[in-house]
């Protein structure tokens, strides 16, 4: 079964405290992973892709196939990456659709 | 540039209603995809096409629930005999191929 778990709905930290948001995921292959972030009254949009490599905002995500994980972290926690964190998989060749795992609230209290 | 647009934003109708909700993809994006975000459910995918062809309806939780894609550009998802449990924000995104979805600001829809 194809699926993505993040276990913390609500996760408070205090500014610059560092910050890590667990997803772990079930998927019989290589998978691509995601996480997506909404900001309040914002749309949903992208944060960054494992195939990338990339920071953004400070963020990073390391895959794990291992431990099945692809959690994202941040050193230093600011007010503004208050917002709901989504991660989520592609399953190859199934033209690109998204499974998301069910979120995670991030406050980051001043 | 424009991005993904959809209509209503909010729609409010009646159980057993039939009701239609629009997604204007950003031009020249070939994959278009409909995800249901409801309080139990978290982010689901529904339905997924290229072009005007949808190879992917799995996410479909019923027959009630039909999409179309007109063009190569507009979808409309249409969902008739609406039931409580239809009440969710309709998501829609765009993408060229694989790449990054571009998501638009949905449509709540709330079944009376």
């Known amino acids: 079964a194809q699926r993505v778990t993040q276990p913390e709905k609500l996760l408070s930290v205090f500014k610059g405290a560092p910050v890590e948001l667990k997803c772990n995921y079930s998927y019989s292959g290589s998978p691509e992973l995601f996480w997506y972030v909404q900001y309040s009254r914002q749309r949903l949009q992208l944060l960054l892709r494992h195939i990338s490599r990339e920071s953004i905002k400070g963020f990073t995500a390391d895959l794990n196939k291992g431990e099945t994980s692809f959690h994202l972290k941040k050193p230093f926690a600011q007010e503004e990456d208050s917002a709901m964190y989504y991660c989520?998989?592609?399953?190859?060749?199934?033209?690109?659709?998204?499974?998301f795992g069910q979120g995670t609230e991030l406050s980051v209290k001043p | 540039g424009a991005g993904v647009s959809q209509s209503p934003s909010n729609k409010v109708t009646e159980k057993g209603k039939d009701v239609e909700l629009r997604c204007d993809p950003i031009s020249g994006h070939t994959a278009l995809y409909w995800y249901r975000q409801s309080l139990g459910q978290g982010l689901e995918f529904l339905i997924y096409?290229?072009?005007?062809?949808?190879?992917?309806k799995s996410g479909l939780p019923s027959d009630r629930f039909s999409a179309e894609r007109t063009g190569g550009s507009v979808s409309t998802l249409t969902i008739q005999r609406t039931q409580q449990e239809d009440s969710a924000v309709y998501l829609c995104?765009?993408?060229?191929?694989?790449?990054?979805?571009?998501f638009g600001p949905g449509t709540r829809l709330t079944v009376t």
């Open positions: 989520a998989l592609s399953p190859f060749n199934q033209g690109g659709k998204l499974i």
């Open positions: 995104a765009s993408s060229i191929q694989n790449y990054e979805q571009y």
């Open positions: 096409f290229q072009g005007n062809s949808a190879p992917d």
